[in-house]
């Protein structure tokens, strides 16, 4: 199947922040985190009960930070090739589970799907060393191996979201034999398209090295205040849309669920988010051929199975010019990308991916399952 690729998206204009504003805001942020020098700081979780991630599931494995869960099946009838969904460490996994009728994982599941996930827990301070060999070749391996044991099936198809789907592609372009299906869901390839994390992590008063010696893992906090930088309004926005539908309460539960997990930002390890400031978002690796895991080029040309990617129009965190220059790296002859309205978390989980992305996944996964 030849590449095709959907009309092409309207770019985003990223909002305009003068350097000096941005210097203000990184000096204040790390500054306060290193100042409270709590390392896997997390932000504070609202006690309410928002019913989030009901899809029965059990535990299959855990490794040092990840969790790898199996779902149950809800079907007589299933198809043979499992799938294995990698969350990104930053996120936990719940935004695919959010509710009945709101979960990605629950409508898999309800068309036949034989569903796994990686999500991750908070690392603490013993993880710090953990990098992007120890995420790919380690602990996404051992996933692997595990789901095979415990599926009975030597094929698998490999769903990655946003840096798991970076994850995703590092482990396929090493080991491409492993996998039957690879998809990606605004999956950032070019670090030149993050505008505002470039500006971010270059900023005079971002020391990484710094931050990862004082506390071994970057907390969620500062990760949040990174992400909260991209769009300073939309808070104020999204508290004036809620005021407006207070009497909706299917409408307000929802709203509280995207702002509980937007809130719940995982913290990184340190090594991880080194060598995600330094060979990424600074030196853009994965463009100029560079990047490695451990000692092991990564050519993105070995990735020959099927391959989807689906990109967001009004993604701000992995904008489209961060994302549309994947399809063409991959070396399959049978790869896709989809380009559908919506932002980063509403592609996969707003009330409008039931309808735009969800079934389009469905038909593309079913005839490369069985």
């Known amino acids: 199947m030849a590449s095709r690729r959907a009309p092409a998206a309207r770019p985003t204009a990223a909002p305009v922040i003068p350097q000096e504003e941005i210097d203000r805001q990184v000096e204040r942020a790390v500054e306060r985190t290193l100042a409270r020098n709590i390392p896997g700081l997390r932000m504070p979780t609202p006690d309410l009960d928002l019913d989030v991630g009901q899809t029965p599931k059990e535990l299959v494995y855990a490794h040092e930070t990840m969790r790898l869960y199996h779902y149950k099946p809800m079907l007589d009838e299933i198809y043979r090739v499992p799938l294995l969904v990698i969350m990104s460490p930053v996120a936990k996994g719940y935004i695919l589970d959010l509710a009945p009728g709101q979960s990605l994982i629950e409508y898999l599941v309800l068309q036949g799907y034989d569903v796994y996930m990686i999500d991750w827990i908070a690392p603490r301070r013993e993880h710090a060393a953990l990098g992007i060999e120890a995420y790919v070749a380690d602990m996404i391996g051992e996933a692997v191996a595990r789901v095979a044991e415990d599926s009975g099936e030597t094929d698998l198809t490999m769903v ?20 039957k299906n690879l998809v ?23 020391d990484i090295d710094r ?10 906090e500062m990760i949040n205040a990174s992400i909260q930088a991209l769009r300073p309004f939309q808070r104020s926005a999204n508290q004036l849309q809620l005021l407006n539908n207070v009497d909706n309460d299917a409408f307000v539960k929802a709203n509280l669920r995207f702002d509980r997990w ?34 092991k080029g990564i050519d993105l040309g070995k990735i020959r199975m099927p391959f989807l990617h689906v990109a967001a129009e009004y993604d701000h965190i992995v904008p489209t010019a961060a994302s549309s220059d994947l399809i063409g790296l991959i070396g399959s002859k049978d790869k896709q990308e989809i380009v559908v309205k919506g932002g980063h978390v509403s592609l996969v989980a707003g009330g409008n991916a039931v309808y735009r992305l969800w079934p389009q996944l469905d038909r593309w996964l079913a005839i490369r399952s069985v």
């Open 211 to 220: 931050l990862v010696s004082e506390l071994g893992v970057i907390p969620g």
């Open 262 to 295: 937007a809130a719940d930002q995982l913290p990184l390890t340190g090594n991880l988010m080194r060598e995600f400031v330094r060979d990424f978002l600074r030196a853009n690796q994965l463009m100029t051929g560079d990047f490695h895991v451990g000692d």
């Open 184 to 206: 990606c869901f605004t999956t950032p390839i070019n670090a030149d398209g993050m505008t505002l994390y470039k500006q971010w992590v270059n900023s005079r008063a971002f």
């Open 160 to 179: 990655g979201y946003c840096m798991g789907g970076m994850l995703a592609c590092l482990y396929t372009a090493l080991y491409p034999r492993k996998l």
